[in-house]
T-cell receptor, first 112, second 113 residues
Framework: GQSLEQPSEVTAVEGAIVQINCTYQ??????LSWYQQHDGGAPTFLSY??LDGLEETGRFSSFLSRSDSYGYLLLQELQMKDSASYFC?????????????WGAGTKLIIKP | DGGITQSPKYLFRKEGQNVTLSCEQN?????MYWYRQDPGQGLRLIYY???????QKGDIAEGYSVSREKKESFPLTVTSAQKNPTAFYLC????????????FGPGTRLTVT
């Protein structure tokens, strides 16, 4: 079957660094995306990795290792507004329909 | 401003009634999607459309129906056949069906009693 695994909850302190991991098992792979969702809100796109390595966008970075079927989202200089759920999603093109398969989300709790 | 709109934000219905959720986008995107999100869960794909007048079932299409008569619009009908319709419904669009970045509307929270 196809699945994505990420921790259900992570706690960190304001100003610190936190890493949210995602491992995936899919029949096809075209890239790993990360989305942020605040409570009651809509998901917003954060990053996309199609190739191995680190992509940096401001305080957020995302990493992919295709050989390990693994990626992570790194958040630096945490701010209270970063308290949200973070979802990894894999594009599976094995059936040519290119659907996104979503993880269950990681709730990030930030303490002052 | 370009974006996706969903209406209404909150919707209450009695069991046995069909209800239609609206989704409109002015981003000129070809692909549109409907997801369902239950508390503490990820997103599950209901239906998607890569082009006007064409749509495919997602993982949980039973009890739902859609239409795509215009590029801008992708309404979702929750029928009385859907056994647990109470959920948060999210509409999204992307430039094409093979594009990873999806843009989401604000969602409709449906409660059926």
């Amino acid at each position: 079957g196809q699945s994505l695994e990420q921790p259900s909850e992570v706690t960190a302190v304001e100003g610190a660094i936190v890493q949210i991991n995602c491992t995936y098992q899919t029949s096809g792979f075209y890239g790993l995306s990360w989305y942020q969702q605040h409570d009651g809100g809509a998901p917003t796109f954060l990053s996309y990795n199609a190739l191995d390595g680190l992509e940096e966008t401001g305080r957020f970075s995302s990493f992919l290792s295709r050989s390990d079927s693994y990626g992570y989202l790194l958040l630096q200089e945490l701010q209270m507004k970063d308290s949200a759920s973070y979802f990894c999603a894999v594009r599976d093109g094995s059936d040519s329909n290119y659907q996104l398969i979503w993880g269950a989300g990681t709730k990030l709790i930030i303490k002052p | 401003d370009g974006g996706i709109t969903q209406s209404p934000k909150y919707l209450f219905r009695k069991e046995g009634q069909n209800v239609t959720l609206s989704c409109e986008q002015n981003l000129n995107h070809d692909a549109m999607y409907w997801y369902r999100q239950d508390p503490g869960q990820g997103l599950r794909l209901i239906y998607y459309s890569q082009i006007v007048n064409d749509f495919q079932k997602g993982d949980i299409a039973e009890g739902y129906s859609v239409s795509r008569e215009k590029k801008e619009s992708f309404p979702l009908t929750v029928t009385s056949a859907q056994k647990n319709p109470t959920a948060f419904y999210l509409c999204a669009s992307s430039l094409t069906g093979g594009t990873d970045q999806q843009y989401f509307g604000p969602g409709t929270r449906l409660t059926v009693t």
